[in-house]
């Protein structure tokens, strides 16, 4: 990070770092074409490892300034020029780092995800007489993104009350797994 005051606006650069990291793309080149390849990709790389340790270790702002100046991501002229930024950024982008954090320690082991889903309950009757009406269904539609670049796929399910309940009672069990990884 120690050429991040050459940048004509340090604290951007460091916004569309942590953009980058939550999925944005960013046309680096196209933005500072003053900065050769190997410095933007140097700065984005130590800036990214910078707020990734500072938000995974939940560190406060003494502690992110203690790392700050123990010179591992950037030294001397250049953390007094630019220190203000980057504690500015990592204070005001700290829960979108941190939700990239998660999503990265979720696709580790999760290949397919959920991209969004669908629902609608049916109501089937046996005959032409309400008093023989069966259970509700509930029809959900799920439809899931891969991370290795296949199309989205859609699944139907078809589910009686019982068995939505169990999905239910299922997914909030996956869910508190996952809002409890530490990062």
């Known amino acids: 990070m120690d050429a991040l005051p050459h940048l004509p606006n340090a604290e951007k650069f460091l916004?569309?770092?942590?953009?980058?990291?939550?999925?944005?793309?960013?046309?680096?080149?196209?933005?500072?074409?003053?900065?050769?390849?190997k410095d933007i990709d140097r700065i984005k790389v130590s800036s990214s490892t910078f707020f990734r340790q500072a938000v995974g270790e939940n560190l406060n702002k003494e502690q992110v300034v203690s790392l700050l100046q123990s010179g591992k991501y950037i030294k001397g002229e250049a953390l007094k020029q630019a220190g203000m930024a980057i504690i500015t950024v990592w204070s005001s982008r700290r829960e979108e780092i941190q939700k990239s954090l998660k999503d990265v320690a979720t696709n580790q082991f999760a290949e397919t995800k959920l991209a969004d889903f669908d629902w609608r309950v049916q109501l089937t009757m046996s005959s032409d007489r309400i008093s023989v009406l069966r259970d509700p269904l509930t029809l959900l539609n799920l439809i899931l993104d891969s991370n290795n670049g296949k199309p989205r796929q859609e699944v139907l399910l078809e589910l009686p009350k019982e068995e939505l309940h169990k999905l239910i009672d299922t997914l909030e069990k996956v869910n508190g797994v996952v809002q409890d990884l530490k990062v």
């Open 15 to 37: 916004h569309e770092v942590v953009d980058e990291m939550n999925g944005g793309l960013i046309a680096w080149q196209l933005r500072y074409p003053d900065l050769s390849p």
